[in-house]
């Protein structure tokens, strides 16, 4: 927010050079270069525009996020956590505080040495991450930092790093959340949290299945999961082959027999998410996030976008997922349910049948195939 202002001057500034340009007289001619900069000043606007419409969607969503991290807290019963956190902290900055000592001395005078520094104290947890931890200790599911041992990466996301690891003799895949995640997201101790509990609830064949976690944001906060056999679902259907149609010379697909079953199983996976209680939206279905084990059976993963929708909650809002698989409806940050999962998963099926890349024959962008989609579902 500390740039609002910055960005609300440079706005006003273009309105002020457009404004100066229209105003000139109109026996003067309007060169080539004064249109150029015209049409170049009407660029910066729009995109200013767009811009306000973003920072506008996801405040919206950061307020959801904060009114569903209150209806967790009071159904699970930590909600007091939260109200006792904060008049704990009003406390610590009373101004009466300080009055309640004797006079001469401080509060706290009888705790510090003289000649040593107070130690600044750690700021307390998001009330979430903690009752989570509480939840790993008691059901077997805490994990410690010294207990693995990292071997290879083997993928990277966009928050966290995929390691080969050994665990507690068990080879395992381990998911190290970066520490660059926790700095700049101020709710990301939430959302790391809300990821395992939400995966330690699931118990399906083809969904990835947590074995373990360390909460202890942002040095050490990671997942340990089963270990597959790498590839994804993408790399299994297009043999590492970029966005291009397929060529006569390139090497068959899956048989089509095999690639319906990955469908099966991944629809199995969703209606399991899905019919839970409260519901799981996943929000971000792609064949990258599909793996598979050494039986070619496919495991739904990645699950740092998923969040709960409580009975009585209709719809999430704001823009998350990967553009090509989603729907039309988060893009343009519309309330949603579970049912954008679905769309994701229709063209997930039609890559998986086809085993062609989604929009394969075109050079969209983002907003023209939501554009085209869009105007599509409307007719």
Known sequence: MSDAHPRHDQHRGLRGRLAGLFSSPPSQPQNHQSNEQVAKLMEELGKERDLKETYKARLESTQGYLRFCLEVAQEHGFLHLISDSAQQQQQQHSPHRDAEAEPGTTAGDDDVEEDEPAETPRPPCDPYLAATRDLAVQHGWSAAPDEIELHEVIGRGTTADIYRATWRGLEVAVKWVRL?????????????????????????????????????????????????????????????????????SSPPPPPLVDRVSRALEIALAMRHLHEQTPRVVHRDLKPSNVLLDDELRARVTDFGHARFLPDGKEALTGETGTYVYMAPEVIRCEPYTEKCDVYSFGVVLNELITAEHPYVDTSYGPSKVNSNVDYANKQ
């Open 180 to 248: 660059e995640f926790f700095a700049s997201n101020p709710s990301a101790e939430a959302f790391f949290a809300q990821e395992a509990d939400l995966l330690s609830r699931q118990r399906h064949p083809h969904v990835l299945r947590l074995m373990g976690a360390c909460l202890r944001p942002p040095e050490s906060s990671f997942l340990v999961t089963e270990l597959l056999s790498g590839a994804t679902l993408g790399e299994w259907l297009h043999g590492g082959r970029e966005r291009r149609p397929r060529a006569s």
